[in-house]
């Protein structure tokens, strides 16, 4: 999952940031409301955090110009005004849901794996591919009932192969939503990491899980191709 962050307060950013990333997100920070309008037209991000008072566009603008270029990225509007006709505005400006400050970062987050379950896009609160599963609520991930140790950027892949499982996605594509825009894309970081995904999830005696496409990129599926006996 990809987060974009639109703050203008730095150590807020900051706090939103490390949290994002501790959940085993990807998180993106920009400062302005034209920045997030950048962002967001250039990346394609599963989730949006933003806040209304910007510098320059105030969030509601930008949700509301987001929105009317056909964006379906999930937003999450922050604000000091937590009265309810503020409420109501965000929310007509085409907000996903709409969060005080201050909050809880517990909050936050919970809302943000609400939101992620939502069309067009959804997220079931526990992903299954054959004997393999993840439960997001508790970031555990089992195979035929035993636990595997994931570092968070393996469960950031993970979860992501889990939700466009039956589909091929591309290394770039992987890059996108598991890493985020700190991250130097040099040689086969992409590869490295799939591979040792593969390694704990597809143990001697089971059955494989994880396929190769070559010239395009992997798959999560339990057979492949898909008319394979």
Known sequence: MRVLIVEDD????????????????????VATGEGALAALAVSDYDLAVLDIGLPDLDGLE??????????????????????????????????DDYL?????????????????????????VCLRVADLELDVATRTARRAGLVLRLSAREYALLEYL?????????????????????????GNAVDVLVG????????????????TVVGMGYVLADRWPPDAP
């Open 10 to 29: 730095a150590d807020v950013a900051d706090l939103l940031q490390r949290a994002v990333r501790e959940a085993a997100w990807a998180a993106d920070i």
């Open 196 to 211: 040792r995904v593969r390694r704990k999830i597809d143990r001697p005696g089971f059955p494989p899980l994880i396929h």
């Open 62 to 95: 930008v949700c509301r110009r987001w929105r009317a270029r056909g964006g379906r990225t999930p937003v999450l509007m922050l604000t000091a005004r937590g009265g309810l006709s503020d409420r109501v505005t965000g929310l007509d400006a085409g907000a």
């Open 162 to 186: 889990l939700r466009t499982h039956g589909r091929v996605v591309s290394r770039a594509q992987i890059l996108e939503h598991v890493w985020d825009d700190n991250f130097d894309p040099i």
């Open 100 to 124: 005080g400050k201050p909050f809880a970062i517990e909050e936050l987050l919970a809302r943000l794996r609400a939101l992620a379950r939502r069309p067009p896009s959804p997220l079931d």
